[in-house]
């Protein structure tokens, strides 16, 4: 079986990340990279929104950036500006479609299934993927988004929805979010902070179907893409040594008050690249302090 340099065990966002930071830096050209991934094709699955405080790779697949935001709550709402740091959303398939293109001119990077099919022994390994089961009963952020699209021009697309409480709580914290990005077409998304055990929380389609049309008073409009997931707002402790470096939401990339990993994932592919020749000496790579103060205060 062939040997590599380097392996990434999962092609998702952080792999991708990774193995582009590599390759735009010239870090490929001597060195053989396995991006171990089992999706049969990559298309648009994600909707990544952060607030941008630093420069990333990815500007041209932004789909769209906001200086304003509301916050809804059952009595009241407040408009908020925000000139300094935009809030931005980056379409996963152009994304995909960027990094794939890239990867593709270099013979030295290999996608393949499953890790054995090489020989990964001699490898530095980074992994993203979550090893074991995560405990369900644990606090988790789990949400479902539809890019809807309206025959008529009804929302302001200058001025996001980041969080509106005006909803059932039931037995979480719960709220929806709304990114308009265009005068006709926006992003709604009902998301939950709960554990992943009561079902009764996951009756997404009726949440949003409400919703549209209860607090929209939207009626009349085509669904063009679905996404859901379930992130830890929790920090498992994983195996890392100097052969096997956890990257993206398995290595700590996540922030656990308020699920965004984006901006952390390029911050961390920067790091492993600056220091990749010594990378297995390198010390752990963590968030700041500031970070890890809302990590402590919510576990």
């Not at 299934?113 to 369900?136: A, G, H, M, R, T």
């Not at 697309?157 to 409480?165: V, Y």
């Not at 859901?228 to 040594?241: E, M």
């Amino acid at each position: 079986m062939k040997e590599f340099d380097y392996v990434i065990i999962g092609g998702g966002c952080a792999g991708l990340s990774l193995a582009y930071e590599l390759e735009i830096n010239d870090r490929l050209k001597e060195k053989t990279l396995a991006i171990i991934e089992n999706r049969k094709e990559y298309k648009r699955d994600k909707t990544w929104s952060f607030w941008k405080v630093f420069d990333h790779n990815f500007d041209d697949c932004v789909i769209k950036s906001w200086n304003n935001f509301t916050i809804n709550t059952s009595e009241n709402s407040h408009e908020l500006t925000n000139k300094k740091f935009p809030y931005q959303s980056i379409d996963s398939g152009k994304f995909y479609n960027k990094i794939s293109s890239k990867l593709s001119n270099n013979s030295n990077v290999s996608f393949y299934k499953n890790l054995n099919e090489i020989n990964s022994k001699n490898s530095i390994i980074f992994n993203s993927v979550f090893q074991k089961q995560l405990d369900k009963s644990d606090l988790w952020q789990h949400f479902q988004g539809i890019e809807i699209e309206t025959p008529k021009k009804i929302f302001d697309d200058e001025i996001i929805n980041l969080m509106d409480f005006n909803c059932d709580q039931r037995n979480g914290v719960h709220f929806f979010y709304t990114l308009p990005f265009s005068r006709n077409k926006a992003l709604i998304e009902t998301t939950w902070l709960s554990n992943l055990e009561d079902h009764s929380l996951r009756d997404y389609d009726l949440q949003l179907e409400n919703y549209i049309k209860n607090n929209l008073g939207i009626k009349n409009y085509k669904i063009n893409f679905t996404e859901k997931g379930a992130i830890p707002l929790f920090y498992p402790s994983f195996r890392n040594d100097n052969k096997l470096i956890n990257i993206g939401s398995a290595g700590g990339m996540t922030r656990l008050s308020t699920g965004y990993t984006f901006l952390n994932i390029q911050e961390h592919s920067k790091y492993i690249v600056k220091n990749i020749e010594k990378i297995d000496k390198m010390k752990k790579f963590n968030l700041g302090k500031k970070i890890s103060f809302f990590r402590q205060s919510i576990s």
